[in-house]
Structure formats: structure tokens, C-alpha cells
């Protein structure tokens, strides 16, 4: 009941964070609120109960739009940026048309770019990569 379209979570389950964190925080990506929340999940019997946690990403930035969060290799969590002013598909506002997959066309919407965010704990400890080999 707390976002308008969550786009997608993942379980923090590396050791490069906290120990508040291993196996116990979801994040979850909120492009059309501009954060990446997080859900701190307790086990409870065979079901789990969650308490809101702070964002660990929030944009002022107008066009900030995580739409995933994952746990990387590395233990940080990488997040995709859709980066666009405009992510919602609807209402369409007066004034405007539907176009392609019943989305108001507008010149705000933007395909074109994206970022990538690495959000590492500055304690975290040194990453050595597995050789597959």
C-alpha cells in the first residue's frame, strides 16, 4: 500500500553490507516516487512481516527512475536508472493522445538514456573475484 508502482525487488543476500542486512532487506524500486526503498523482512513463523526502512536511493532529480535493484558480485547493489522525465504510462492528461501500448504521447518521455548506480558500504570488505576456471 506504499508506492504507486513498484517496478521490481530483490533480497539483499551478499556479505558486503551490514550483517542487518544479510538475508533480510528488500529493496524495492519506485521510479515514479524517484527511490530505492528498503523493506526490512522479519521471518515469522512460515510467513514474514516487514518494517519500512529508509531509501537507500532518493533522486531530486525530477528524471531519476530506478526501475531494478540487484545484489552484484561485487556485495554492492547495482541499480538501473530508466532516467526519464516522464515513466508513468497513464492518466493521460487533457489535451494529449494515446499512442502505442495506450501510452499519452509526449515529447518528455525518454528512450534513449539510462544510468547504472553502484552502491557500495564504505566498510565493506575488499572484493577478491571467484575464478571460474
Do not use: C
Amino acid at each position: 500500500g506504499g508506492f504507486t508502482a513498484a517496478a521490481g525487488h530483490n533480497f539483499y543476500t551478499a556479505r558486503a553490507y551490514p550483517k542487518k542486512y544479510w538475508n533480510k532487506v528488500a529493496f524495492v524500486s519506485e521510479p515514479t516516487g524517484h527511490i530505492l526503498h528498503q523493506n526490512f523482512m522479519d521471518k515469522k513463523g512460515t510467513d514474514f512481516e516487514d518494517k519500512l526502512g529508509f531509501n537507500l536511493l532518493a533522486g531530486a532529480d525530477e528524471w531519476v527512475a530506478p526501475v531494478f535493484a540487484e545484489v552484484g558480485p561485487d556485495g554492492a547493489v547495482w541499480v538501473a536508472d530508466w532516467y526519464s522525465y516522464i515513466i508513468q504510462h497513464n492518466p493521460t492528461p487533457k489535451g494529449s493522445e494515446n499512442g502505442a501500448g495506450n501510452a499519452y504521447e509526449t515529447p518528455l518521455r525518454d528512450f534513449t538514456h539510462g544510468r547504472l548506480y553502484r552502491i557500495a558500504w564504505k566498510n565493506a570488505p575488499k572484493y577478491t573475484p571467484i575464478s571460474l576456471s
